[in-house]
């Protein structure tokens, strides 16, 4: 299981919050679980499946997020204040694994041919 040290230290992660890390780790981990059973995953480095769990904790804080109305973007200056939606984001089931699986990709080689 990957910590928020490692996350902090090695990874530099730094927009998830030391309280959500536990659950978004194990959620990224049991979806790495999942890449292992379904395809050939290999890490070429020491540390990439750690990389790439923080990586994708990192995207399901992000849509987290977006689903809970998180991603505002405001200003203010003096006494006028103006706050705004940013632009709307796919957080559908689809994007989301399209993501994860993207995140993943970029500390491991996903092979998703025949074994």
């Given at each position: 299981m990957v910590t928020y040290d490692f996350y902090t230290d090695s990874y530099l992660g730094d927009s998830i919050p030391e309280a959500d890390f536990p659950r978004l780790s194990?959620?990224?981990?049991e979806q790495l679980a999942r890449y292992n059973r379904l395809y050939t995953v290999t890490a070429p480095e020491t540390d990439s499946e750690n990389m790439a769990v923080c990586a994708m904790a990192d995207a399901l804080y992000y849509f987290e997020s977006a689903q809970n109305g998180g991603?505002?973007?405001s200003s203010s200056i003096g006494s006028v204040s103006s706050s705004q939606k940013a632009d709307t984001v796919d957080i559908s089931p689809s994007a989301q694994e399209k993501e994860l699986y993207?995140?993943?990709?970029?500390?491991l080689d996903i092979y998703r041919g025949c074994r």
């Open positions: 194990k959620r990224a981990g991603i505002v973007t993207r995140c993943a990709s970029l500390y």
